[in-house]
């Protein structure tokens, strides 16, 4: 199994510019989750998944859409880049919400990240 | 507000030795909480985490940590530390509806 895996791992935009980032896992897993990662902040949510179809809003969501069209896919598009979405991107899923560990297995799997770079 | 604290932002340990990192959190209820681990240019890997029941948790690689209620932590600990256990450690909550991770704390091992 590949577990969670992310595209691009760099990218270098210009202000302004347009992106996707995939995420996919293999895991059959409902929830997906948005992160980004910057330095002394640990890590923020910015959207997440319930399942196929659905999408919400974390922590700081301003700045970006995401799209689950496939249940194994996570999309986090950025319509028009600006440098403070310079940042480290990850991607996560889990079999039950992490709030809901008498539902099972409530612990997240992290892909490998994706560093975006805004100039 | 509920929140997550991971007072050092780095920690040194000579190999060999005993390792804590520690994590306190403010938080209503009764919350989860977790251990991740970041070595470079990595994602987070699970390492263990608190449900109910024993306070004493064990994890992965050899890393355990102590639920204390009347404290509010949940430190993360290894008897005996070695090289390989140098990374970037996060500590995580879960108050009702979401999850807050700590910053994070630097865990250098020193040879």
């Known amino acids: 199994n590949a577990g969670v895996t992310q595209t691009p791992k760099f990218r270098v935009l210009k202000t302004g510019q347009s992106m996707t980032l995939l995420c996919a896992q293999d895991?059959?897993?409902?929830?997906m989750y948005w992160y980004r990662q910057d330095p002394g902040m640990g890590l923020r949510l910015i959207h997440y998944?319930?399942?196929?179809?659905?999408?919400a809003k974390g922590e700081v969501p301003d700045g970006y859409n995401v799209s689950r069209l496939k249940k194994q896919n996570f999309l986090l598009g950025l319509e028009s880049a600006a440098p403070s979405q310079t940042s480290v991107y990850f991607c996560?899923?889990?079999?039950?919400?992490?709030?809901?560990?008498?539902?099972?297995?409530?612990?997240?799997?992290f892909g490998p990240g994706t560093r975006l770079t805004v100039l | 507000a509920q929140s997550v604290a991971q007072p050092e932002d780095q920690v040194n340990v000579a190999e060999g030795n005993p390792l804590t990192v520690k994590c306190t959190y403010s938080v209503s209820g009764n919350p989860y909480l977790f251990w991740y681990v970041q070595y470079p240019n990595r994602g987070l890997q699970f390492l263990l985490k608190y449900i109910t029941g024993d306070n004493l948790v064990k994890g992965s690689y050899g890393f355990e940590a102590e639920f204390n209620k009347s404290q509010t932590s949940f430190h993360l600990k290894k008897p005996s530390a070695l090289v390989s256990d140098s990374a970037l450690y996060f500590c995580a909550v879960t108050p009702s509806n979401k999850i807050i991770f700590g910053k994070g704390t630097r865990l250098h091992i020193l040879p």
């Open positions: 996560a899923s889990s079999s039950t919400l992490p709030h809901r560990g008498d539902r099972g297995q409530n612990e997240q799997f």
């Open positions: 895991m059959n897993h409902e929830y």
């Open positions: 998944s319930v399942g196929e179809g659905t999408t």
